[in-house]
């Protein structure tokens, strides 16, 4: 009997262009199965035994949803669209303005939650006044305590947030969870100078936030629903961890108050 293949994640061998290992899972009636890591072997043993093999991607909803199958050309693979890669997954720490952007969190993991470990501040789960104790709080309950990258929804008023101030701070911090953690700033439709590229507003941005943009530190993308796009970008801000000489942080003063409402 044939089954039903779909496939969330691939990586290529490093000397080829072939496939390596992919993230699938088996079809049943309208749900997919756990998703497994299969290698390349698997994979053809599979096609070549007259199993379906398809792509599979999210929604803002969370939803799964098939891409078109995969063909043979040439003895190659061939598909028309392009997959996260199957890899390790980072340690995430999800910034951003509770009251205006809580449904771009929302969508954020709906769509990407598979690919990062989630190391974020749900809604009113941590309060703080005194940014010590905010960040002490972080560390102790685990928040940021083994986070490699701060991804930061920036909206219009994410600017002048205090708390996501002191994430950043904390993230950028050696001191907070003994490592340094890589800036990845994500524009939201919202935002003034989302769909301008390498424009940077100075007045759009916080400080720090833009402190870091300007010394080549800070990764900044517009928001997408492409899980390959924000991947890439993940690794993108996790490589930029070893440019340690590009991070202002400690000079700059952290926010003692909401600078907006």
């Known amino acids: 009997m044939s089954k039903e293949y779909l496939i969330s994640?691939?990586?290529?061998?490093?000397?080829?262009?072939?496939?390596?290992?992919?993230?699938?899972?088996?079809?049943?009636?309208?749900?997919?199965?756990?998703?497994e890591t299969k290698d390349r072997n698997w994979l053809v043993n599979q096609f070549n035994s007259g199993h379906t093999i398809g792509g599979v991607y999210k929604n803002v909803k969370g939803l799964w949803y098939r891409k078109d199958v995969f063909r043979v050309e040439?003895?190659?693979?061939?598909?028309?669209?392009?997959?996260?890669?199957?890899?390790?997954?980072?340690?995430?720490?999800?910034?951003?303005?509770?009251?205006?952007?809580?449904?771009?969190?929302?969508?954020?993991?709906?769509?990407?939650?598979?690919?990062?470990?989630?190391?974020?501040?749900m809604l009113d789960e941590i309060n703080g006044?005194?940014?010590?104790d905010y960040i002490h709080r972080l560390i102790n309950q685990g928040y940021m305590?083994?986070?490699t990258v701060i991804a930061v929804l920036l909206g219009?008023?994410?600017?002048?947030?205090?708390?996501?101030d002191w994430e950043i701070g904390g993230a950028l911090n050696k001191k907070v969870g003994d490592r340094y953690a890589g800036l990845l700033g994500i524009r939201l439709p919202s935002h003034p100078d989302y769909g301008l590229g390498a424009t940077y507003s100075e007045h759009y941005y916080s400080?720090?936030?833009?402190?870091?943009?300007?010394?080549?530190?800070?990764?900044?993308?517009?928001?997408?629903?492409?899980?390959?796009?924000?991947q890439d970008?993940?690794?993108?801000?996790?490589?930029?961890?070893?440019?340690?000489?590009?991070?202002?942080?400690?000079?700059?003063?952290?926010?003692?108050?909401?600078?907006?409402?």
Request: some cysteine; proline content about 2%; aromatic content about 12%.
């Open 233 to 261: 970008a993940i690794e993108l801000a996790f490589s930029r961890r070893s440019e340690l000489d590009k991070i202002k942080n400690l000079a700059i003063p952290r926010l003692t108050k909401n600078l907006c409402e």
């Open 129 to 132: 006044e005194n940014s010590d």
């Open 145 to 147: 305590k083994d986070t």
């Open 9 to 35: 994640k691939l990586s290529f061998r490093d000397t080829v262009q072939l496939i390596d290992t992919v993230k699938v899972g088996l079809v049943n009636g309208n749900s997919v199965g756990i998703f």
């Open 74 to 121: 040439n003895d190659c693979f061939k598909w028309g669209y392009s997959f996260p890669k199957n890899i390790s997954k980072r340690n995430v720490f999800v910034s951003y303005y509770h009251n205006d952007d809580q449904l771009k969190r929302q969508e954020f993991d709906n769509l990407f939650s598979d690919l990062i470990i989630n190391q974020s501040v």
């Open 207 to 230: 400080e720090r936030f833009y402190a870091n943009i300007e010394s080549g530190y800070a990764v900044v993308i517009d928001w997408t629903e492409d899980r390959k796009e924000l």
């Open 156 to 164: 219009p008023k994410t600017k002048c947030r205090k708390h996501v």
